[in-house]
């Protein structure tokens, strides 16, 4: 049983209905980056582990805007959970499921969000005491009408579907009774990260941060 992987999670995923998932290049930019989702209404931050640049830029984050709750993303193995937690990283996202990656997380103490696609993997994990999970590639894993119509068969799991959200498409899983928040990357596209665009992601993260669960 590892329902401890998951321990303080809910909190996080309740903290705001969209969760920015950040591929970051440059280690410099997570902090203002991190203050500008802030000053418009996200408190949650996911940076992806795809460049050379993430852990510097969640540890810079978690020291120098405390206020923000950095996790990391695209965790794929023990390894990589370990470092994201040295880095400061205080939740963890996989795009799937593996035993080896949820034996880790039971030991290494960091909340997990494992992903998962199908019916059976998410039943694998309500097996290991999980109750949220990653719901991925949402929209092209068959999108709301597949989370409609698992939440009467598997009420125990609450997701947060990531891939192909939207601030157009957001509101149609956001109003699902087993959805807890979603992760999308549309107010922070690399090319206005790289230009220090902060103005305009503030403003996109302010439309986003408008969108409510159940609405």
Known sequence: MTASAQAGLEPVLSRAAVIP???????????????????????????????????????????????AVVGAGTVLDGALLKAAKEAGARFAVSPGATPRLLDAAASEGVP???GVGTASEAMALIE?????AKFFPAEASGGPALLASLASPLPQLRFCPTGGIT??????????????CVGGSWMVNRARIAE????????LAKAA???RVGG
């Open 167 to 180: 601030h157009d498409n957001a509101s149609r899983y956001l109003k699902l009774p087993n959805v807890i």
């Open 209 to 211: 941060a408008a969108l």
């Open 112 to 114: 997990l969000l494992p």
């Open 21 to 67: 998932v950040v591929v970051i290049d440059k280690a410099e930019d997570g902090v203002p980056l991190a203050r500008a989702l802030l000053a418009g209404g996200l408190p949650v931050i996911e940076i992806t582990l795809r460049t050379g640049a993430a852990l510097e830029a969640i540890r810079a984050i978690a020291n120098e805007v405390p206020e």
């Open 128 to 132: 290991r005491g999980y109750r949220f």
């Open 196 to 203: 220090g665009d902060w103005a305009s992601i503030s403003a």
